[in-house]
């Protein structure tokens, strides 16, 4: 298993298992920037019969173009970066535009925005790079005002690729 996703509502804790997930820094428009991807499998086996997770079985988080100060994925070992959802920027030409960093995908249909996102990455008892990524979400199960706190602890492992003859 690579990691997992919890949302911590207050009726219940949705626990989501990671299928996939990558880390790169890339360098962009003069600067490095961060791209990460966590998506979830769909396999609602560990999952009871009323829980709201039947109706949001997958799930991805993602995370691009946020300035970095370090040129590769093994510097990022023991750093925190805390990053907003969005953030205004002035363009070149003196305007104003938004620029994105984070989202949250629910059933490959709703794209939310997530907030008060903190990065932290460190290694795992395997020495791979692992990531605790916790922050904040539209309450996309009841709709409640409050938002829902997420918290993703994932490994970075190196897949195994078998080519058969």
């Given amino acids: ?10 009726d219940e804790t949705l626990e989501y298992h990671i299928r996939k997930c990558f880390c790169k820094v890339v360098f962009l428009n003069k600067k490095n920037t961060l791209v990460v991807e966590v998506e979830s499998d769909d396999d609602l086996d560990h999952v009871e019969e009323d829980s709201y997770q039947n109706e949001y079985p997958q799930v991805s988080f993602s995370l691009e173009d946020f300035e970095i100060p370090v040129n590769t994925v093994q510097q990022l070992l023991g750093k925190s970066f805390q990053v907003p959802s969005f953030e205004e920027i002035e363009t070149d030409s003196g305007e104003i535009e938004e620029v994105y960093y984070t989202n949250l995908n629910i059933n490959d249909e709703e794209y939310l925005d997530t907030g008060d996102n903190e990065l932290k990455f460190g290694k795992d008892e395997n020495g791979n790079l692992k990531l605790i990524w916790i922050g904040y979400c539209e309450d996309f ?8 706190k997420f918290k993703i602890s994932c490994s970075f492992t190196q897949d195994k690729l078998e080519i058969v003859e």
């Avoid at 298993?1 to 207050?10: A, D, R, S």
């Avoid at 199960?141 to 829902?148: A, D, F, I, R, S």
């Fill in 1 to 10: 298993m690579k990691g997992l996703i919890k949302f911590y509502h207050p």
């Fill in 141 to 148: 199960l009841t709709g409640n005002k409050e938002p829902l």
